[in-house]
Structures are given as structure tokens and as C-alpha cells.
């Protein structure tokens, strides 16, 4: 059985204005949603007998009747984020405020067929469920998301450079069916920006974007609290686009420049060359894991490994420079397992760039920081765009004034 959220369309606007100001007193909900205060009453008793709202004792002083403040609780509305990828997948639970209550990480897609692997993530599901004794009913949805060229609407992955056995695959159907929890699917760089947006309550600037870097490059896009969606759910993928240098062009992507697998092949050439560095290739090749070793030597100070960093975070420079002047950007996060180890560095190459070559400076400054959940930012996010989907769109008719 797949459970769906099922609350009143009056009752996701209240919950929506209350996580939106923390606390807040009916007569205040009613001035934020335009709810009349009849319907604000009925709503969140509602909710207050579901266990999502409670009534925190706190009173704001007026001149008549003192007003009893209401609050969420947090754990009784909560989400799962599943993290799909190659080399590894993460799963999480997180609760209505976008705080992290539980986490796994599981073997990769790379290797299994999605049937199994389905199967898998079912398991650990279940399993951070009983670790944190959480009920079913807090559940209000799984988000899925994943690299590639994605069919948000039917949740299936249509192409994929990393993930080629899962094309055509109905993800989040399959998932929905595994767990028993609603599901949709979600891009990566696009999750990490609701992610973000989510926890913080209110977007970094009036335009902002998150580069998610993993096995590609993506950027999710955010103009004031909304997410920029295009005409398909497929905006941000610059890992495909073709990096200038000198003149001319090289014939060559960011995602074949400037991600993990880039790097690490660019190490084992040069390291085949007796380049003199402290860098040893691992003996299976594993490009992630290699990456991972040329970040922590680089964070060491080992000039072979902070020079082929510094090549990357070029690359992905040339492109994040495109994107912030395209848009009129104000604001700018790195997220993605790639930045996890690095990413101080990548952050300080990319703060040059966008102080020297950002159009619009004299205007404004681009503000640049590295996000709160590196690797996992899209899981989280993924788990967010479910509460988001949970809590701001309702099941039922439009909202009775």
C-alpha cells in the first residue's frame, strides 16, 4: 500500500505559515494565508489532533486576550531523500524543519541491476524507520533524485551518462511500490537548491544557484523563494557544456574537464609520467576514490594534487561565470560529493573568478559559500522537495476563504 499525504488544502497553508514564521498565533495565520479565522480555527485543530501542530504555551502580548503561539513538530512530519548514484547511494530522513534525523549511505547503482537495487534501498529505508522509531503515518513522502535528463512527471530517468542500465526504468513508481510511501523524482542540482531554500526558510538573494558536483556538473536554480523549472524540470546542466580556453574551442565538456573522474584521469597520466608527486593510482582504478586521495593531498599542500584542483575548479569557473552573468546572479553554493573534502579550495578559485569577472559587480557582490550538507545535499534536498510537495500543495479543491 502506498500511503499519500492527505490533508485539507486549508490545512497545508496553515502548516506552510507557521514553518514559514516558526511560531505564530492564529490571528497571524490568518493575516498570512488569508484564511478566514474560522477556517484557521477548524484547520488547526485539526492538525493539533494529527500531531503536527502543537500549541507551544508561549503568548504574545495585545491589548485584549493575550494570543497562544503554535509551532510545528518537527518529527511528526517527516521525509525520506534517496541520493541515487553511481558509486554510491544515500539515504535519508529528515524532519519538517529539513534537520537531518537519520542517514545511510549503501552501495552504489553502478553495479546492480535497478531491481535489486530497488530492493536495497527498501531495506534501508526500513531500516532507519526502526533505528529511529519513527511511525509510517510521519512519512509524508520519499524524494528521489538523480543526474541525468529526467521525465519529472512520469519519474523516470531518460538518459543518463553514469547510470545507463536505468534508463527507462519508472523510478519513482518502482521506489513508491518498494516502500509503501509516495515518491517522485527530482533532479540532483535542483534538490540541493530546495534543499538549501528549505532549511534556511528564505532564499540566499533574489537569484541564486547551487552547483552540485558529483559524477556531472548541475546547477539548481532559484529566483526569490521559487525554483527556476524551465520548460521540463531540466535546467542547470552545464556539465555538457563546452569549454572555451585561448581562442578556441576545445571540443571538450566541464563534466570531461572539471568532475572527480576528470581529475583522477588526468592524475594517472601525468603520475605514468613520473610527474614527481606522493599520488599513487589505487590499484582497481577507482576514479571517485582516487579523486578523493588527490583532494586530501591537495588540502596537505601537495602541489601536484592543489594543481590538478585548481585545473578543475578552472573549468568549472568558465562555466559558473557564463551561468552567474546569464542570470544576474546574487548569490552562489557549492554542493556535491566533489566539494566534500576540497572544497575550501574549489571555494577560493571560484571566489576570484566571480570578483574579477562578474558583470554586474559594480551593482552588486556575488556571494559565494560552500553548502551545509556537501555529499549529501541532494538526498537531503530530495527529502525536502517531498515535505515541499507535502506541505505546500494540497490534496484536496482549492482553499475555502
Not at 569557473?317 to 557564463?322: E, K
Request: glycine fraction near 10%; aromatic fraction near 4%; charged fraction near 20%.
Amino acid at each position: 500500500m502506498i500511503i499519500p499525504v492527505r490533508l485539507r488544502a486549508s490545512a497545508v497553508a496553515v502548516l506552510a505559515a507557521i514553518r514559514a514564521m516558526g511560531q505564530a498565533s492564529r490571528v497571524e495565520i490568518a493575516e498570512q494565508t488569508g484564511l478566514t479565522q474560522a477556517t484557521v480555527s477548524t484547520a488547526v485543530r485539526d492538525l493539533i489532533a494529527s500531531g503536527r501542530v502543537v500549541e507551544t504555551g508561549e503568548r504574545t502580548p495585545t491589548r485584549g486576550k493575550p494570543r497562544t503561539l503554535l509551532a510545528l513538530r518537527p518529527l511528526a512530519t517527516c521525509a525520506i531523500g534517496v541520493q541515487l548514484g553511481a558509486e554510491s547511494i544515500v539515504v535519508c530522513i529528515t524532519d519538517a524543519i529539513g534537520a537531518v534525523v537519520a542517514r545511510s549511505r549503501i552501495r552504489g547503482a553502478r553495479d546492480d541491476a535497478p531491481a535489486p537495487t530497488i530492493a536495497r534501498i527498501a531495506r534501508a529505508v526500513n531500516l532507519l524507520l526502526t533505528t529511529t522509531g519513527l511511525a509510517r503515518e510521519a512519512i509524508v513522502g520519499i524524494g528521489v533524485v538523480s543526474p541525468g535528463l529526467l521525465d519529472l512527471e512520469r519519474g523516470v530517468i531518460l538518459r543518463s551518462r553514469t547510470l545507463p542500465r536505468w534508463v527507462g526504468i519508472e523510478l519513482a513508481q518502482d521506489l513508491a511500490t518498494a516502500t509503501g510511501f509516495a515518491a517522485a523524482l527530482e533532479n540532483d542540482a535542483s534538490a540541493a537548491a530546495i534543499g538549501e531554500h528549505w532549511r534556511a526558510a528564505t532564499s540566499a538573494s533574489a537569484a541564486h544557484c547551487t552547483v552540485h558536483m558529483g559524477a556531472t556538473v548541475g546547477v539548481g536554480i532559484l529566483s526569490g523563494t521559487e525554483l527556476f523549472r524551465g520548460a521540463s524540470g531540466n535546467t542547470g546542466a552545464i556539465g555538457p557544456l563546452p569549454v572555451r580556453r585561448g581562442g578556441s574551442w576545445l571540443g571538450t565538456t566541464v563534466d570531461d574537464l572539471a568532475t572527480p573522474r576528470a581529475v583522477a584521469e588526468r592524475a594517472y597520466a601525468l603520475a605514468a609520467q613520473n610527474a614527481g608527486t606522493r599520488f599513487e593510482p589505487s590499484p582497481e582504478r577507482d576514479r571517485f576514490h582516487d579523486f578523493q586521495r588527490i583532494a586530501t593531498l591537495a588540502v596537505r599542500g601537495d602541489e601536484f594534487a592543489r594543481e590538478l584542483i585548481a585545473e578543475s575548479a578552472g573549468y568549472l569557473g568558465d562555466a559558473l561565470v557564463t551561468v552567474v552573468n546569464l542570470l544576474d546572479l546574487g548569490s552562489v553554493s557549492l554542493a556535491g560529493p566533489a566539494f566534500e573534502i576540497a572544497g575550501t579550495l574549489y571555494l577560493e578559485r571560484l571566489s576570484e573568478r566571480l570578483a574579477a569577472e562578474a558583470f554586474a559587480s559594480e551593482r552588486h557582490p556575488v556571494r559565494i559559500h560552500l553548502a551545509d550538507q556537501l555529499s549529501d545535499a541532494a538526498a537531503v534536498g530530495g527529502a525536502a522537495h517531498a515535505l515541499r510537495l507535502a506541505i505546500t500543495t494540497p490534496e484536496d479543491a482549492p482553499i475555502e476563504h
